[in-house]
């Protein structure tokens, strides 16, 4: 059972174009973080949200966290091939040090 | 050093074998996890070290797989009687003091079972 659903778990569009990627879940958790894989590397963290209704702005992306602190969105405005990559999104319950990951979503921007 | 260090890279080992795979963090973090990432899955929680001690190992799959950090740096996860269904790469992050201060992750240990 995944506790994090993450959708659309694949993506190829066309540089220039926008996208969301959507992280849903039925239980609460305290935190909310997203991160970025590339092939043979680990993920590097690109936000974290820890209130609810929380949007935060990194250049082109901005992150939500949804009011009852269940689900979250990155929006990429303009993607660009360099913004190709695995995104995953991971919650953290309260007072817990562990971080449950989505399945990710693979992006692909083409030029 | 600079990054999250995880040796070896690559491990293909044979079904019923030990290993182990080593993780040197980032020099003053005090937190360690050790995390599992199946083809095509995120990474999933094995354990977490607070110092020298195992705060949280409720993500380690069976009493083949042990961690240890004895001295409040280096960790190492041990699988015993390896099986193929081990075969994933085993992610080690760290961190200044938890999950608040965000993580820093290597780039894995690929191990194959063969």
Not at chain 1, 9 to 14: G, P, T
Not at chain 1, 34 to 50: D, I, N
Not at chain 1, 56 to 65: S, V
Not at chain 2, 66 to 79: H, N, Q
Request: charged share 20%.
């Amino acid at each position: 059972t995944q506790l994090l659903e993450q959708s659309p778990q694949f993506l190829s569009i066309q540089e220039g174009e926008n996208l969301t990627v959507y992280c849903n879940s039925s239980s609460v958790f305290s935190s909310l973080q997203w991160y970025r894989q590339e092939p043979g590397e680990g993920p590097v963290l690109l936000v974290t949200v820890v209130t609810g209704g929380e949007v935060k702005k990194l250049k082109r992306l901005t992150f939500q966290f949804g009011d009852a602190r269940k689900d979250s969105s990155l929006h990429i405005t303009a993607a660009q091939p360099g913004d190709t990559g695995l995104y995953l999104c991971a919650g953290a319950k309260q007072g817990a040090q562990k971080l449950v990951f989505g399945q990710g979503t693979r992006l692909t921007i083409n030029p | 050093g600079a990054g999250v260090s995880q040796t070896p890279s690559n491990k293909v080992t044979e079904k019923g074998k030990y290993v182990e795979l080593r993780c040197d963090p980032i020099s003053g973090h005090t937190a360690l996890y050790w995390y599992r990432q199946s083809l095509g899955q995120g990474p999933e929680f094995l354990i977490y070290f607070q110092g020298t001690g195992a705060a949280d190992d409720s993500g380690l799959p069976n009493d083949r797989f042990f961690a240890v950090r004895p001295e409040g740096s280096v960790s190492t996860l041990k699988i015993q009687r390896t099986e193929r269904g081990d075969s994933a790469v085993y992610l080690c992050a760290s961190s200044l003091g938890g999950l608040d201060y965000g993580y820093t992750f290597g780039s894995g240990t690929r191990l194959t079972v063969v």
